[in-house]
């Protein structure tokens, strides 16, 4: 018997149908799981988190103008640098909400919050608001009645869920795609008045800029328009949108690049306690960016708030604070390599890929005061490899070309994949190890030329190993090169391949 029995819900015209258990979200590395069990955390959480689009290293934060509206954060792991990718929901009426994943804001002087699971408004109790005609009518006359600006966002709110549910459950029928469009241009109607018509509502403004900026709910991507709605809701203090402001000055998206203003609005977002504008602040002050000159004491005050308020969308702070304590020469705090350890872990355990990646190498080499653990280790690279990050993956070929006994089964097959992996995300190291593993025949067929495309690559990039390499080949000829000797863990860290 399936632990989950399907259970009777009610269709948008009032049928009865079915729904079982929600589908599994995603394939994950058997690998994955293991190390989440020793590293005491719990199950993946379904898919990529979608976080706020901002440089962890406090410079160019953007990719593209889209990348304000939702992506997904990484960083190379000095924290000195970052790129932002962009992804889009596929779905035309798919609201922000889904794709930008922000902390919910309460509107000041209320107590209601923006999240209908758990809003009870004026007008109608959303705590589990089922999805029929028949409510949505009744729910429509009993909002115009309540004169509560929030009550009515909310109410916009649910007509998009309303039309994404019905639309989901009614694919083939034309009646319930209609239908879902016309809850939908209502939804927006009620949103633009919100936003636009007398004392204009800061979250309604905010939700209307990611709209254009998105082209979330079938609108026409326009910056400027985000950009200004953006800045209406800023001027009335909303802290999310003061720092999407800062943003858009600093890329110039909607609007001129303002280096000046862009640090402005991010001092103004850190203010009203925006968790991504303390982080950016304190990066700008730390490294004299936007033209503001450093200012260490107070860019590690920043610093220190943004990470009190740490989450899994929002990490970066931890990790920046890390990489301060960590360092032995550093004069900004000072030198505690076991409190540098506690915050790579606390961001780790957030997810964070830099630091992760980072504790794989504390245990793999028994640095900051932690021992030498293979175990720890390959868990850590696991944790980070397995949500893209090439350095990690790198590492892992390392430990499969040598194995770790008791621990991880030496596999020749898996060090050249996982070496392939990082080498296509453009990683030199891993781009020279790969041709490494072609000259040599480690988990593939020896093959000189294809060797030397790859070295090629990295030498392109100015690896010097790979050039070095290339002119070694080209010195000794074909005869010689039988000779080369697989690397163990053993060997020095300039001489090993995997490092």
Request: glycine content about 10%.
């Amino acid at each position: 018997m399936s632990p989950h029995p399907p259970q009777q819900y009610q269709g948008w015209q009032g049928q009865q149908y079915q729904q079982g258990p929600p589908a599994n979200s995603g394939y994950h590395n058997p690998l994955y799981n293991v190390a989440s069990d020793v590293l005491g955390m719990g199950p993946p959480s379904g898919g990529p988190s979608m976080s706020r689009s901002m440089g962890p290293g406090g410079g160019p934060p953007m990719s593209s103008a889209s990348s304000i509206y939702a992506g997904s954060v990484s960083s190379g792991h000095s924290g000195n640098s970052g790129n932002v990718s962009f992804n889009s929901s596929t779905d035309p009426y798919a609201a922000p909400s889904q794709i930008d994943n922000r902390p919910n804001y309460q509107r000041a002087g209320t107590s209601a919050s923006l999240t209908p699971s758990s809003t009870k408004s004026k007008a109608v109790d959303l705590t589990a608001p089922p999805y029929t005609k028949e409510y949505i009518d009744q729910y429509r006359q009993r909002i115009k009645a309540d004169p509560d600006p929030e009550a009515h966002f909310l109410y916009a709110k649910y007509l998009i869920d309303a039309a994404k549910h019905i639309r989901s459950a009614h694919r083939e029928q034309k009646a319930a795609k209609k239908y879902t469009e016309v809850l939908v241009g209502e939804s927006l109607k009620v949103i633009r008045r919100l936003a636009t018509q007398g004392d204009a509502y800061d979250e309604a403004q905010f939700f209307l800029a990611n709209c254009y900026g998105t082209g979330a709910l079938g609108l026409q991507v326009d910056h400027e328009r985000a950009y200004h709605l953006y800045l209406q809701a800023a001027k009335q203090n909303h802290a999310a949108a003061s720092y999407r402001v800062a943003v858009c000055n600093e890329i110039g998206a909607g609007t001129k690049k303002e280096p000046a203003r862009a640090a402005a609005f991010y001092r103004k977002a850190a203010s009203l306690g925006d968790t991504p504008g303390m982080y950016k602040l304190g990066m700008i002050l730390l490294h004299g960016l936007n033209g503001e000159a450093k200012n260490p004491r107070e860019a590690i005050s920043w610093l220190k708030r943004a990470s009190e308020q740490a989450d899994e969308e929002n990490p970066h702070s931890v990790h920046e604070l890390a990489l301060l304590y960590e360092n032995p020469s550093g004069q900004l705090v000072p030198y505690d390599p076991a409190y540098a350890r506690s915050l790579l872990t606390q961001a780790g355990q957030l997810g964070y890929t830099p630091s992760q990646y980072k504790l794989g190498q504390c245990f793999e080499y028994g640095n900051l005061t932690c021992p030498v653990d293979p175990k720890r280790s390959i868990a850590w690279y696991t944790k980070a490899a397995e949500k893209g990050d090439s350095e990690a993956e790198l590492a892992l070929s390392g430990w499969y070309l040598t194995g770790s006994e008791g621990i991880l089964k030496q596999s020749d097959s898996e060090a050249y994949l996982w070496a392939r992996r990082a080498a296509n995300k453009g990683l030199s190291k891993a781009e020279y190890a790969v041709g490494y593993y072609a000259e040599v025949g480690i988990g593939i067929k020896q093959d000189i030329e294809f060797a030397k495309k790859w070295y090629m690559r990295a030498a392109a990039q100015g690896n010097k190993r790979a050039m070095n390499r290339l002119t070694e080949m080209k010195r000794m000829g074909a005869a010689k090169r039988g000779n080369i000797a697989r690397p163990t863990r053993q060997q020095d860290g300039d001489d090993c391949i995997i490092s």
